[in-house]
């Protein structure tokens, strides 16, 4: 079996967010695929600090939070989802917390070979996407994940994702993507 991790970077756990990343976990092949949901928000992570720990020793972040618990989580996975609602054009503090968190991994192979996918309501939608989505690129060629794609949904009000049916088909799209996936 292979392992999806959903990373979840919305402070409401029934939020657009989470509706997306569930309408893609039920449409995954339950024979090829487990799942596991990770809400930051219900973890304790830090900022880094830049003290550079984590450039010594074996490689990981000297920070004591919760995030040790989450790296984790992230070993195990063969496909990372995160998913984060759009707030001023960027991802949640919680969620760029995590992703700053992730510089003991920067250099290394320990996570080549896996799959990564962004799931990102925003109130306008796809425009207000686009810088969240260049980052999360970046950060998967750094990280040498492999970037498997993107949805965005025209989301503001809890409940707006399940309506936007460009953004069901997206996911539907992607999750016979992920299907087709050999690991």
Do not use: H
Not at 38 to 48: G, H, P, Q, S
Not at 132 to 147: G, H, N
Not at 150 to 158: E, G, L
């Amino acid at each position: 079996m292979q392992k999806v991790e959903f990373i979840i970077g919305s402070p409401r756990k029934r939020g657009n967010t989470a509706i997306l990343a569930e309408t893609l976990n039920k449409q995954l092949d339950k024979e090829r695929f487990t799942s596991n949901f990770t809400f930051l928000y219900d973890f304790e992570i830090k900022a880094c600090t830049d003290c550079r720990g984590c450039k010594s020793g074996n490689l990981t972040c000297i920070v004591e939070d919760e995030m040790q618990e989450l790296n984790k989580r992230i070993d195990a996975a063969d496909i990372l989802v995160f998913g984060t609602p759009i707030y001023w054009f960027t991802p949640t503090a919680k969620m760029k917390s995590v992703l700053d968190r992730l510089r003991p991994y920067y250099g290394g192979d320990k996570l080549a070979n896996k799959k990564m996918v962004i799931l990102l309501p925003a109130g306008v939608g796809e425009k207000d996407c686009d810088l969240t989505i260049e980052m999360f690129k970046r950060m998967a060629r750094s990280l040498k994940l492999e970037f498997i794609g993107t949805v965005t949904s025209k989301a503001y009000d809890i409940g707006d994702a399940k309506k936007d049916k460009k953004a069901m088909a997206a996911i539907t799209e992607l999750a016979n993507q992920i299907n087709k996936i050999i690991l």
